[in-house]
């Protein structure tokens, strides 16, 4: 079974910059998350999507950052204007559903860092 | 709102030691408890869960104890190779209205020694 995929691996940008991230998460999963992870801390949730509609997105920078799930499968997170905080690797997750004892899958995430 | 506290790193050991990494929660409800691991170079990995007072979880030879009366959920492996250095992460999960996001701890660094 294919895991959750990400691209791009890596990326360099310049501050006031734009970036957008891509997901695919595991087949049949309905839900989707993206975490940010800042360097020696853990993930933090940015948002989450159950099928295309979003559940929870309460700690997504929703003045520069923007995330879409169009068709219920894959995600697209975008940065706009990236800002130096936002240096950070990028997580996507997923799981079967959405309950609390639901094991959720991570990406090898995208490492962004803003110059 | 909801926390998990574990203890800093880095946890440096030789080959065969034991292994605790704690880790403690704040959280209403009945969360679920897990512990991911996340090696050089990859992505985060689930290593055991718990999602009731009293459950064991175990996988790979480490296992963790979901106490309620502690509010805990302590890691431990009674004989780590060199190939359990990674960073874990203690997290926690709850069924609620708005999603059952993990909210994780700051992680803990262990390097096995040969």
């Known amino acids: 079974e294919a895991g959750v995929a990400q691209s791009p691996r890596y990326k360099i940008i310049e501050k006031r910059q734009s970036v957008a991230f891509w997901c695919n998460p595991i087949?049949?999963?309905?839900?989707l998350y993206w975490y940010q992870q800042i360097l020696g801390q853990g993930p933090k949730l940015l948002i989450q999507?159950?099928?295309?509609?979003?559940?929870?997105d309460s700690q997504l920078p929703k003045d520069r950052f923007s995330a879409e799930r169009l068709k219920g499968v894959d995600s697209t997170l975008k940065i706009q204007p990236a800002k130096l905080e936002d240096s950070a690797v990028y997580l996507c997750?997923?799981?079967?559903?959405?309950?609390?004892?639901?094991?959720?899958?991570f990406g090898p995430g995208t490492r962004l860092t803003v110059l | 709102g909801d926390s998990v506290t574990q203890m800093e790193g880095p946890v440096t050991l030789s080959e065969e030691a034991f292994l605790t990494i704690n880790c403690t929660y704040t959280?209403?409800?009945?969360?679920?408890l897990f512990w991911y691991v996340q090696y050089p170079g990859e992505g985060l990995q689930l290593l055991l869960k718990?999602?009731?007072?009293?459950d064991k979880g175990s996988n790979k030879g480490f296992e963790a104890t979901y106490r309620k009366e502690t509010t805990s959920f302590h890691l431990e492996k009674g004989s780590v190779q060199v190939s359990d250095s990674a960073v874990y992460f203690c997290?926690?999960?709850?069924?609620?209205?708005?999603?059952?996001?993990?909210?994780f701890g700051g992680g803990t660094r262990v390097l096995v020694k040969p």
């Open positions: 997750a997923s799981s079967l559903i959405a309950g609390g004892t639901d094991t959720q899958y």
């Open positions: 997290a926690l999960s709850k069924q609620q209205a708005a999603g059952n996001k993990l909210t």
């Open positions: 087949s049949g999963h309905a839900t």
């Open positions: 718990a999602t009731k007072a009293d």
């Open positions: 959280a209403t409800g009945y969360p679920s």
């Open positions: 999507f159950q099928n295309n509609g979003v559940v929870d």
